[in-house]
């Protein structure tokens, strides 16, 4: 089983001992910082889950459009993961790279941002852009993305300017479509809480400006438009 638990060696059940399931759920919450990656089979990926089949069970995993780009072909995955206990869920976010969890917990350690809201920043803008934009300043540009106004927008700048890697921005560095495209893009923006019938009409004006080869290259396009 390759479901990495950082720091954790063994976990012992003594046979005959009654466990019940919320006990192990709150045992799970206790131990999910611990939770490094995931590697295993790609069972399923859209612009907003992945479905990771792992010791026989099948992972759902939030991720950003970002990240399904880079796995959206592939057959198996890693995915660095971030866990968020609630009382009614247990979620799981997954990044291709550390450079993008990094900036996912950076963004939720911010008051007015949750992990939606952070999520859809990483998919509106690369890791690249919004480092770029919290270093220069660039309230505009964050304060475009979905569930992000102007205080919490100045927010982010104010808190994350000096915890943000200089070194994972390189300034410059750059960000006839089929109806399958669009679909998939119009079901990941109902997804991530827009409007159907908004977000169709966005699509629908990008796609006829031409020019969209791929699924989140249109999402990322919409995101910014709505």
Do not use: W
Not at 136 to 158: D, H
Not at 203 to 209: E, P, Q, T
């Amino acid at each position: 089983m390759k479901f990495c638990i950082r720091g954790l060696e063994e976990k012992v059940i003594f046979v005959g001992k009654i466990i019940s399931f919320e006990i192990i759920v709150q045992e799970i919450g206790r131990l999910s910082a611990m939770f490094e990656y995931i590697k295993g089979i790609l069972i399923e990926a859209a612009p907003t889950y992945a479905v990771v089949e792992c010791g026989g069970i099948g992972y759902y995993v939030n991720i950003s459009v970002n990240t399904y780009s880079q796995i959206a072909s592939a057959k198996e995955v890693m995915l660095y993961l971030h866990q968020i206990v609630r009382e009614d869920a247990h979620l799981l976010y997954g990044f291709f790279s550390k450079e993008e969890r990094t900036v996912f917990r950076q963004l939720i350690s911010v008051s007015g941002i949750g992990a939606n809201t952070a999520s859809v920043m990483l998919s509106s803008m690369t890791v690249n852009e919004i480092t770029g934009a919290i270093m220069t300043e660039n309230v505009n540009a964050i304060k475009s993305v979905k569930g992000i106004g102007l205080k919490t927008a100045q927010r982010v700048i104010i808190e994350l300017k000096d915890k943000v890697n200089a070194a994972d921005y390189v300034e410059g560095m750059p960000a006839g479509t089929s109806s399958t495209i669009r679909e998939e893009a119009l079901a990941a923006l109902v997804m991530l809480g827009f409007v159907k019938a908004q977000a169709a009409k966005v699509l629908d004006k990008i796609v006829a400006g031409g020019g969209i080869t791929s699924v989140e290259e249109l999402i990322k396009k919409a995101l910014k438009q709505l």
